[in-house]
């Protein structure tokens, strides 16, 4: 039996010729959180069992679904089985020095797609406090280092993604940053398209 898984991976692997498309893997998690008023994060997982490895990270899409009446508290990060994370929104208007951000509202209705191909952030200028942010297939968005939390970290998809291993744990990790104004985390959704990901 051993002998038989062996001989398979080798042939696995040397049939990989760069034009084999791996299949597609997703998953979700659709189970409403509520986010802690000014407190600390939730973390909403998805297990990905697949042993393989992002080939190509414009193929990897997170679909985020969550309301919020101000969309300046949150910061959302994609964190990988590995435990290291990347801001997908990052307090939508704070600056380096301070202050509360945009006070438009996040709506589940309203999918925040984000994928390593889209090049326009969130769109939060011009807009006040009964304006609610457009559905959309959006890079990730936010304040940079200086905007607390600094740990938070805005980079570009592709460089987070390429050749992570895919099997384990991911999560979707949300915290609320200002008081008063709360919300809910209402699914969200992993997805690798084909061709994605290597052995
Ligand atoms: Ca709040």
């Known amino acids: 039996m051993t002998l038989l898984i062996f001989a398979f991976t ?25 986010i802690p008023d000014g407190g600390n994060p939730i ?12 080939k190509d ?5 997170v679909v985020v679904n969550l309301d919020h009446t101000f969309c300046g508290d949150l910061v959302v990060e994609l964190v990988a089985p590995n435990g290291t ?11 380096s020095s301070g202050g509360f ?33 457009a559905a959309g297939d959006y890079a990730p968005t936010g304040g940079g280092q200086d905007v607390v939390p600094q ?10 993604l390429a050749n992570k291993d895919v099997s384990g ?14 919300g809910t985390l209402v699914g969200w959704r992993l997805e690798f398209a084909a061709g994605a990901l290597k052995e």
């Open 101 to 133: 951000g945009s006070a438009a509202n996040f709506s589940s209705a309203n999918a925040l797609s984000f994928n390593s191909k889209n090049e326009t952030g969130i769109v939060f200028e011009g807009l006040v406090t009964s304006d609610v942010i």
């Open 57 to 61: 990270p414009s193929k990897v899409t």
């Open 85 to 95: 994370a990347t801001a997908l929104v990052k307090r939508l208007g704070v600056a």
């Open 43 to 54: 973390n909403s997982p998805i297990e990905i069992t697949q042993l393989m490895k992002i």
């Open 151 to 160: 740990m938070a970290v805005v980079q570009p998809l592709e460089q987070f």
């Open 169 to 182: 744990q991911w999560k979707l990790r949300v915290q609320d940053h200002g008081n008063a104004d709360i």
């Open 10 to 34: 080798i042939f696995s692997c040397s049939d990989d010729d760069g034009e084999r498309r791996s299949e597609p893997v997703s998953g979700s998690n659709l189970i409403a959180m509520p």
